[in-house]
Antibody, heavy 115, light 107 residues
Framework: EVQLKESGPGLVQPSQTLSLTCTVSGFSLTDYSVHWVRQPPGKGLEWMGVMWSGGSTAYNSALKSRLSISRDTSKSQVFLKMNSLQTEDTAIYYC?????????WGQGVMVTVSS | NIVMTQSPKSMSISVGDRVTMNCKASQNVYNNIAWYQQKPGQSPKLLIYYASNRYNGVPDRFTGSGYGTDFTLTINSVQAEDAAFYYCQRIYNSPPTFGGGTKLELK
């Protein structure tokens, strides 16, 4: 069974760095890409970036200077790091598998940026 | 970057009605479009991929159509459980941009 699960801190202080982990099961990170998508409260979906199956990455140009995505294939984990967080980064953060369409999603993790 | 524009932003429909919502791409995306349904408190769920292919287990009242820049999601005989947000997304090429969403409410 394919599963993705996000984990990380629920609260981050402004200007600090967010670190999230997406742990997957039921498929290999070397066969499928994993994307990060976020959703601010009451707003739509924003694509953030991708870890391609081959190990390269791509980022939303609006976030590129602050965002880094990496992985550990042995642990079936994909990592997101985003620095210089501001209140507008408050959102639910999802990881999702792409076929290309995003067929499986994690439950999401709510991250609040506040002092 | 390609911009995906959805319309209308919201609609209020009665159970049993037929509803059509639209997604317009700022450039030709061929048939590289997916549609997702998101209910409150849930993750998005894939409904339609490559413009017109229904995903596993999606009821056949959901139909996707279109090619190039203009796409449509139609729900025939809307059910109460269809109340949700619907998002289109450009797929296959990067960045996989989402539209702003359409909120479907039931009267």
């Amino acid at each position: 069974e394919v599963q993705l699960k996000e984990s990380g801190p629920g609260l981050v202080q402004p200007s600090q760095t967010l670190s999230l982990t997406c742990t997957v099961s039921g498929f290999s990170l070397t066969d499928y890409s994993v994307h990060w998508v976020r959703q601010p409260p009451g707003k739509g979906l924003e694509w953030m970036g991708v870890m391609w199956s081959g190990g390269s990455t791509a980022y939303n140009s609006a976030l590129k200077s602050r965002l880094s995505i990496s992985r550990d294939t042995s642990k079936s984990q994909v990592f997101l790091k985003m620095n210089s967080l501001q209140t507008e980064d408050t959102a639910i953060y999802y990881c999702t598998r792409a076929v290309p369409p995003f067929d499986y999603w994690g439950q999401g993790v709510m991250v609040t940026v506040s002092s | 970057n390609i911009v995906m524009t959805q319309s209308p932003k919201s609609m209020s429909i009665s159970v049993g009605d037929r509803v059509t919502m639209n997604c317009k791409a700022s450039q030709n995306v061929y048939n590289n479009i997916a549609w997702y349904q998101q209910k409150p408190g849930q993750s998005p769920k894939l409904l339609i991929y490559y413009a017109s292919n229904r995903y596993n287990g999606v009821p056949d009242r959901f139909t996707g159509s279109g090619y190039g820049t203009d796409f449509t999601l139609t729900i025939n005989s809307v059910q109460a459980e269809d109340a949700a947000f619907y998002y289109c997304q450009r797929i296959y090429n990067s960045p996989p941009t989402f539209g702003g969403g359409t909120k479907l409410e039931l009267k």
